[in-house]
């Protein structure tokens, strides 16, 4: 089946130390979305990328960074996570076209010591 | 801007008993509605969806209609069991203006429902 994918499921770091969630599709959508989600709030998009083409929100902190080797593959790199980095990490994609229906993988849970 | 108001929760509700979570929006134009589930520890999945005014999206006894003269999205089930509690967004999708037709999600804070046996 076609899916969005994210390993590990379950990420403890220590403060401070570098830490990279990854993402793979099998959908080929070439765009890919990184979200971060805390206690059952609404996720908050962190930014995507249209194709290799990267797109920060304005809000975004630059400890979050973002690599897309290619079109099945997406990493988030958190470079310094503090206590407040804690959080579940969501991966999505979406066609171009189409109704902008995006598809989420099952998450990432960081834990920050 | 773009923005989706849900109703707020927790709803809490017996086997078998009737659903209703309300959801409004603010969008210009004709965005496309979704609702998605998120059960708990795992991402998120679309529920249903609809794409132009007056389209009912359903799905596993789930239904949400268009409604673009009162700008709402109401989720409904008549019947929900243990296997329904979750928290549910409902989240609206505009394109691009730069040409592109993807759009990025706006979501609503969330309902978390707990269904008891």
């Known amino acids: 089946d076609a899916m969005v994918i994210q390993n590990p499921r379950y990420q403890v770091t220590q403060f401070g130390k570098p830490v990279t969630l990854s993402c793979s599709q099998t959908l080929n959508h070439n765009v890919m979305y990184w979200y971060q989600q805390k206690s059952s709030q609404a996720p908050k998009l962190l930014f995507h990328y249209y194709d290799k083409d990267f797109n920060n929100e304005a809000d975004t902190p630059d400890n979050f960074q973002s690599r897309r080797p290619n079109t099945s593959f997406c990493f988030l790199d958190i470079r310094s996570p503090g206590l407040g980095d804690a959080a579940m990490y969501l991966c999505?994609?979406?066609?171009?076209?189409?109704?902008?229906?995006?598809?989420f993988g099952p998450g990432t849970r960081l834990t920050v010591l | 801007g773009n923005s989706v108001t849900q109703m707020e929760g927790p709803v809490t509700l017996s086997e078998e008993a009737f659903l209703t979570i309300n959801c409004t929006y603010t969008a210009t134009g004709y965005p496309s509605l979704f609702w998605y589930v998120q059960y708990p520890g795992e991402g998120l999945q679309l529920l249903l969806k609809a794409t132009k005014a007056d389209d009912k999206g359903s799905n596993k006894g789930f239904e949400a209609t268009y409604r673009k003269e009162t700008t709402s999205f109401h989720l409904e089930k008549g019947s929900v069991q243990v296997s329904d509690s979750a928290v549910y967004f409902c989240a609206l999708s505009r394109g691009n203006a730069g040409g592109t037709s993807y759009g990025k999600l706006t979501f609503g804070q969330g309902t978390i429902l707990t269904v008891h046996p």
């Open positions: 999505a994609t979406s066609r171009e076209s189409g109704n902008n229906e995006q598809f």
